[in-house]
């Protein structure tokens, strides 16, 4: 257990679940350059619990963040060289109760949310917790209270991580470890769902971008009662699982013209367009191919500034939306699909690997070797590899 110092004092722990006094923490140097080291045990405060970590998501931010920093902000600053550990989607057993905290009890099984906003600022006081005006100000004389566990706190690849407790979500003893991981990316497109409006029963939707967001948003949108859904993408194995996942009709962007078959299968265009690619291709063709007074959910960024047909957004009446991350529960209610089996979202899961071989996770994330879509960093498989070794 740790030395039961000041920090600890008021903290709740449990002798059925021993707590070490140092934790394995793989934190970030130079850009791309990850080393694993021993960290202290970190010490929940008010209103958060320790988490241990028992799986992981890598994500295409958590590769953007090791390479640019951005949009990590860490004391004020780019992340590198600090300390930092990244990864934001994981999953786990509450481990330790911050003081006063009795909403969750010490070998809970929890899914998190990344964003834990200041909750005093206006976007926090309307529920845009992932749009706080206090982002990164979370050290030092900036206490603000604002947390985004693997961009502005300390994230998930490690064997323990604080979280708030507004940012954690039950797991039904049923679901696994990795299923669990993938509710924050279920989540976020939840989040563009109902940015949309939310009520799309009975309506077109369009998913552009077959990646993991993209494909839960198929999945999202076929739980809420879409009709048709239509996903457009590049590779034909990734448009298979979005048929497995709700998709209606997919359609090939290198040999069909997207616009003209999105129009042919719904009339006169679509509802609502959700853009998972972000480029000034996909942004010009969500433009076109949306039905007047549509809306489209710009779902992913672009690098570089984009042109896009400004005009023919404003004669048709087309609203367009931006979403940061999982906003307004949308994970809660991902959660609940996901519970009660309403989408199968193992179907992105394609590789885990131990803790130990994060760097390995990363790059077949990355260079989607074996045609990698959702990458898991198991803690399990860090143990069993452990006990086998001790063999």
Known sequence: MPTKTADWQNVKTSQDMPLPCE????????????????KPLPVPGKAEA???IDAV?????DLEILKY????????GAPFNKQFTPGHEYMGTVAALGPGVDEFKIGDRVTVEIHAGCGQCKRCRMGMYTSCHNYGLN?????KGHRANGFTTNGGFAEYAINNINTMIRVPDEMSDEEATLVVTAGTSMYGLTELGGLVAGESVVVIGPGPIGLLAVAVAKALGASPVILVGTRA????IGRKLGADYTIDARSEDVVARVKELTGKGADYVVDCAGTEITANQSVHMTNRGGRICLAAFPKEPVSFDLGALAVNNIYLYGIRGEGRSATHRAMAFMAEKRFDARHVHTHTFPLQDLPTALRYARDRVDDAIKVVVSMRETQDA???AAQ
């Open 23 to 38: 934790m394995k923490a793989w934190v970030l140097g130079d850009p791309e350059e990850l080393s694993l080291i021993n």
């Open 50 to 52: 320790l988490v241990r």
């Open 57 to 61: 998501a890598i994500c295409a931010t």
């Open 69 to 76: 920093g951005t949009p990590a902000l860490i004391e004020g």
């Open 139 to 143: 050290y030092g004389e900036n206490n």
């Open 237 to 240: 194995n990734r448009n298979e």
């Open 386 to 388: 452990s006990q086998e």
